[in-house]
């Protein structure tokens, strides 16, 4: 009864509920059929007198999910907004397991949005598809639509390797918890554009950093790849190991423990661009998001598939113990910051 | 060479070039793996390992595609766009001769958006899955963010009755052409939404023509089963009998032939909002969009199947002929106008 602190319910507005919040209200009021798997995995699964498939959206918007100017004074073009939003999607098919199948994607454009921007943006999300290997993907067309400011919706569907989806309440205590992809960069590169270190005096090192912000390459194959291999549990990396991680310790009902020995070539992978930006290369190791690899556990006797490397464990609650945790050797971690859509 | 009229091509924008020269510039850019059936159909073909299924994807931003506020002083409610948004996609894949499986949704709103509104969105939605029947179809979750605009988009999977889709281009000289559902009911109800016929003065008549353009009604068991009774063509009435007559000619290479007499029913039913509002409800009838039925051709000895009606016949070019038309007993009907998202 703590309603001195909120407005009254029927003046409640998104900026007021927040993202999850908002998730509470909506979700139960989705009343279809019974999907094979609803909600609170990176994908849904669905039946069809084939076969099951998986499926799931996605949508960019213009000076919330993407910027196209950079303090930097780095320019980001329409090929970068297009790759990010199939790279996006396409990791999020591959986080269960299952290979891209169909994209559609859905374009709101104010009326002096460049043409050749757009053309840009197609050849973008192209590129991704065929370089990050979707080659099953077939990019099906779409709706086209005016609006006051850039909107990039993509829906991917896909089809499960093994027939079965690899979810994130599988993991179970004793699992190995292992990564594929980078961990950090497209923090670190973030925090680059994001800096006054004019791009045009950029290093090729430094431009790579950017690059993992702006072109994210999820590791495609090695979904599948897992699920052949046994994965218990997986999901895609897009908030950040810590947040992630405890996303997937509340599914399983057990703790997630990561070592942070297992973490250093990913931290001294960022050492000199933390070095040169004043960054906390360890924070953007745990804590970074949109690298989109993949966080999946594996029992403990399983050979990890190529690409994968062991982080941590997975440790069963003590007796009577309820909340599910995230550890960095030993210390538990806290996982409460992050992004919110609608914070701010 | 007429470089004179147009903007150099380095400027030019997406207002200048047209929604259907914007899309010539898109598709030959995405370039995934081949669709079983790309864009130019109500929805895309997609081969997977146990069966092709068909996909759209459709999105509807504020002061675009909806409104809240009327001149006549109605206020469109969340249900009335969830419900828009639903039925918009759930025809798509109807018109394909396939019914749907599964619903995506993506929503921006601003930080100002009521939550009631929002609840009130995914209670439309849901409501026209259920109403309209497409008990098959889950809704499968989405995604939410955060613009400065309403914008919701909804991608719908389908799986087709006979395992073969109905294409616009499958029209044969001789064939009945029959429509499925109401014919300018959505755009003499835009009208009266638009006037400034006050709505609390409304009639149960006039506020049931409103009702037919803020929650259309798709026939959802029809297209599958004019797939079953053999139907040649099909497509969702989205831009009116004209316009879409006129697409559906020009993909099979025959002229689309309506008769005025089988329209009598759909004219007499819209002349007294047409009294009341000085329109023309023959207009209507032909020119009015967003109703979402079905124009369908059958061989002309098929029975049509429950709800379809014949308005009239397809027939062949004559010899040296190169361009298929509409006529309207027997008189050749102007086409050209229509909506463009990127005009005006």
């Not at 900026?15 to 990176?42: F, K, Q, T, V, Y």
């Not at 993509?154 to 390797?161: K, P």
């Not at 790849?225 to 310790?249: I, P, V």
């Amino acid at each position: 009864m703590e309603l001195y602190d909120v407005p009254e319910a029927e003046n409640l507005t998104v900026g007021n509920l927040g993202e999850s919040g908002l998730l509470a209200r909506i979700l139960p009021r989705l009343r279809g059929a019974e999907p094979l798997l609803g909600p609170g995995d990176d994908a849904a699964m669905i039946a069809a007198p084939g076969g099951a498939f998986v499926i799931t959206v996605d949508t960019l918007v213009e000076n919330q999910d993407f910027r196209l100017h950079w303090p930097s004074g780095f320019e980001s073009s329409g090929f970068d907004v297009g790759w990010k939003s199939a790279a996006q999607n396409l990791s999020d098919v591959n986080a269960m397991g299952a290979y891209a199948t169909a994209a559609v994607i859905s374009l709101t454009l104010p009326h002096s949005t460049p043409v050749s921007w757009v053309e840009e943006l197609a050849e973008g999300f192209s590129a991704a598809v065929r370089e990050l290997g979707a080659s099953n993907c077939s990019i099906a067309g779409g709706d086209l639509g005016r609006g006051s400011e850039v909107s990039v919706t993509a829906a991917v569907t896909g089809a499960l390797a093994t027939g079965k989806p690899i979810l994130r309440s599988g993991a179970k205590p004793g699992d190995v918890v292992a990564v594929n992809g980078v961990l950090g960069v497209a923090a670190a590169g973030l925090a680059l554009l994001d800096s006054t270190l004019p791009s045009a005096d950029w290093t090729q090192a430094e431009a790579d950093i950017a690059q993992g912000q702006r072109r994210p390459k999820p590791p495609l194959h090695a979904g599948p790849e897992a699920a052949r291999a046994g994965a218990t549990a997986m999901m895609d990396l897009s908030d950040g190991l810590l947040k992630d991680g405890q996303r997937m310790a509340a599914a399983s009902g057990a703790h997630m423990c990561f070592e942070r020995n297992a973490l250093l070539n990913d931290i001294e992978r960022l050492e000199p661009i933390a070095s040169v930006l004043g960054g906390d290369p360890l924070r953007w190791v745990l804590a970074g998001g949109e690298d989109h690899g993949l966080l999946a556990t594996f029992p403990s006797d399983a050979a990890l598939p190529p690409g994968f490397r062991p982080v941590g464990f997975v440790l069963a609650l003590e007796i009577g113990e309820s909340n599910p945790r995230v550890y960095l050797d030993g210390l538990m971690q806290s996982t409460s910051t992050g992004y919110d859509h609608f914070e701010g």
